[in-house]
């Protein structure tokens, strides 16, 4: 089944320790692409990637970092977590790196609480 | 950059009747607008979408029109139905944009 696989669903941690939040596409897709959502505010984009190597970023950027090092995974890094990266995030892909021709794709999402 | 504004935030309507939700954008080369669905614990899915090449675009219950003079978007969802109940986003993207910027979102509800 073609899918984006994001893990954990549910993660809940501590201020400062490191985390990861995988993404992995079996589509082929060459677009790649991480969103938080919050109350009020919808689908804000932190970093996107159009292809192996080379990433963005996108509107809310700071305290996150994410690597392509592979066509199918584009992990999402917090380096060191804080209370104001609690949030729903969401990570998407799309075949092509020009959305007019290939409509964006979500994964489950993850639910992220930092204490 | 583009920035995309949604209204209402929620809207509350009676089974039957019908719902719209209106969007406009800032950036004029936009040329693609996409309308999200999300129920309540579950991904966004993309429920119709149309291009700046046509003024309107129906698929079944849902349609969705485009002002480019006016740069603005509407979803249109006739005789809801309480499965209808979710969040739902607009979006826009310019062309030869790798980024799809969205709106803040709309709560319907639809009361049985």
């Known amino acids: 089944e073609a899918q984006v696989t994001q893990n954990p669903r549910y993660l809940i941690t501590v201020t400062g320790k490191k985390l990861t939040v995988t993404c992995s596409q079996n589509?082929?897709?060459?677009?790649m692409s991480w969103y938080r959502q919050d109350p009020g505010l919808g689908l804000r984009q932190i970093y996107y990637?159009?292809?192996?190597?080379?990433?963005d970023k996108g509107d809310v950027p700071e305290g996150y970092k994410v690597s392509r090092k592979e066509k199918r995974n584009f992990p999402l890094i917090l380096e060191s977590p804080s209370p104001n990266q609690t949030s729903l995030y969401f990570c998407?892909?799309?075949?092509?790196?020009?959305?007019?021709?290939?409509?964006?794709?979500f994964g489950n999402g993850t639910r992220l609480t930092v204490t | 950059g583009e920035n995309v504004e949604q209204h209402p935030s929620t809207l509350s309507v009676q089974e039957g009747d019908s719902a719209v939700i209106k969007c406009t954008y800032s950036?004029?080369?936009?040329?693609?607008f996409p309308w999200y669905k999300q129920e309540l614990g579950k991904r966004p899915q993309l429920i119709i979408d149309?291009?700046?090449?046509?003024g309107e675009k129906k698929d079944q219950r849902i349609a969705v029109t485009l002002n480019k003079t006016a740069k603005h978007f509407s979803l249109h969802i006739t005789e809801t139905q309480p499965e209808d109940s979710a969040v739902y986003f607009c979006?826009?993207?310019?062309?030869?944009?790798?980024?799809?910027?969205f709106g803040s979102g709309t709560r319907l509800l639809v009361r049985p």
């Open positions: 998407a892909s799309s075949l092509y790196r020009d959305h007019y021709n290939s409509p964006l794709h």
């Open positions: 589509m082929n897709h060459e677009y």
């Open positions: 990637s159009m292809n192996v190597e080379v990433t």
């Open positions: 950036d004029s080369a936009s040329n693609y």
């Open positions: 149309i291009r700046s090449n046509v």
């Open positions: 979006a826009a993207s310019g062309h030869s944009s790798y980024k799809l910027i």
